[in-house]
T-cell receptor, first 122, second 113 residues
Framework: SAVISQKPSRDICQRGTSLTIQCQVD?????MFWYRQQPGQSLTLIAT?????????ESGFVIDKFPISRPNLTFSTLTVSNMSPEDSSIYLC???????????????????FGQGTRLTVV | GEDVEQSLFLSVREGDSSVINCTYT??????LYWYKQEPGAGLQLLTY?????DMKQDQRLTVLLNKKDKHLSLRIADTQTGDSAIYFC?????????????FGQGTELSVKP
């Protein structure tokens, strides 16, 4: 299994500022995913971060608001820019082992999550 | 696109069995997952099932998959108060370069002593 560390675990930020969330994995992974969980709701995928290429954003999410870095196979950051109270959420990073990208499946198909970053914007 | 639906609440008595249900729309979903989220915590992977299986058992957990009806269930035997949490079902879609998980809304399980 992959161990994922996210920092910070929580933060309270002023409106209009930006926060960068870090995600560190203890093994090399091809793809990393960033999710948002708004209060009382399920998880929504923000974007997929691939090493060496630009992130792929889901509908409703844009790079200017949620810039992502993926400098190597064990690390990624998500920035929440120009924050407003509506951005108050839990942000989670997730990893998919390389085997996951094989259409035939593979021995490791679990998707692992960090503990999340609880963000409150005031 | 993919849609995953769950009922929002389930209440059971300690010692009873709990059954949490989930439906999904995309028949090409290859893996289906159950995650547990306790208050203030992240997601914990409980179990998963490959789409060519119809049942998987892991200690107190039994997953049943009806691929024809696109219906997934999680049965927890001998439910304990420590099982109180939100349970998310998720469907994995694999596309050209990877995959993504689509989550249901989560079912809040309340276990009464």
């Amino acid at each position: 299994s992959a161990v994922i560390s996210q920092k910070p675990s929580r933060d309270i930020c002023q409106r209009g500022t930006s926060l960068t969330i870090q995600c560190q994995v203890d093994s090399q992974v091809t793809m990393m995913f960033w999710y948002r969980q708004q209060p009382g709701q399920s998880l929504t995928l923000i974007a997929t971060a691939n090493q060496g290429s630009e992130a792929t954003y889901e509908s409703g999410f844009v790079i200017d608001k949620f810039p992502i870095s993926r400098p190597n196979l064990t690390f990624s950051t998500l920035t929440v820019s120009n924050m407003s109270p509506e951005d108050s959420s839990i942000y989670l990073c997730s990893v998919a082992p390389a085997a996951l990208i094989s259409r035939g499946g593979g021995p490791r198909v679990e998707a692992f999550f960090g503990q999340g970053t609880r963000l409150t914007v005031v | 696109g993919e849609d995953v639906e769950q009922s929002l609440f389930l209440s059971v008595r300690e010692g009873d069995s709990s059954v949490i249900n989930c439906t999904y729309t995309d028949s090409s979903s290859t893996y289906l997952y159950w995650y547990k989220q306790e208050p203030g915590a992240g997601l914990q992977l409980l179990t998963y099932i490959f789409s060519n299986m119809d049942m998987k058992q892991d200690q107190r957990l039994t997953v049943l998959l009806n691929k024809k009806d696109k219906h997934l269930s999680l049965r927890i035997a001998d439910t304990q108060t420590g099982d109180s949490a939100i349970y998310f079902c998720a469907a994995l879609r694999i596309y050209n370069q990877g995959g993504k998980l689509i989550f249901g809304q989560g079912t809040e399980l309340s276990v009464k002593p």
